[in-house]
């Protein structure tokens, strides 16, 4: 059975940091990228990060460069990604997803499974 577990999320204030963790399981992790997508009240589901577990290379919104950075522990199955100087946009359940390749542009439709989602929320 495929399982994506999210981890990490809660309330923060704005200007602080959080660790988000996708726990992998039931796929061939190095076979997969892993991106990390979130969505707000009334929003669509958008792309905020990626990484390629076969190479490490990695991408990133432009909403979020130079704050949040994606990391991945293939002994693990488990992907990071540490948000740091969060801002109350940043306010989002965060999803992370598995699909063939590494992409935040692309849409959900290029993922084959999510997790459940974490609520990250940030004060102002």
């Known amino acids: 059975e495929v399982q994506l577990v999210e981890s990490g999320g809660g309330l923060v204030q704005a200007g602080g940091s959080l660790r988000l963790s996708c726990a992998a399981s039931?796929?061939?992790?190095?076979?997969?990228?892993i991106g990390w997508f979130r969505q707000a009240p009334g929003k669509e589901r958008e792309g905020v990060s990626c990484i390629s577990s076969s190479d490490g290379s990695t991408y990133y919104a432009d909403s979020v460069k130079g704050r949040f950075t994606i990391s991945s522990d293939n002994a693990k199955n488990t992907v990071y990604l540490q948000m740091n100087s969060l801002k109350p946009e940043d306010t989002a359940v965060y999803y992370c997803a598995a699909g063939p390749f590494c992409t935040v542009v692309a849409g959900t439709g290029a993922y084959d499974y999510w997790g459940q989602g974490t609520q990250v929320t940030v004060s102002s």
């Open positions: 039931g796929f061939t992790f190095d076979d997969y990228a």
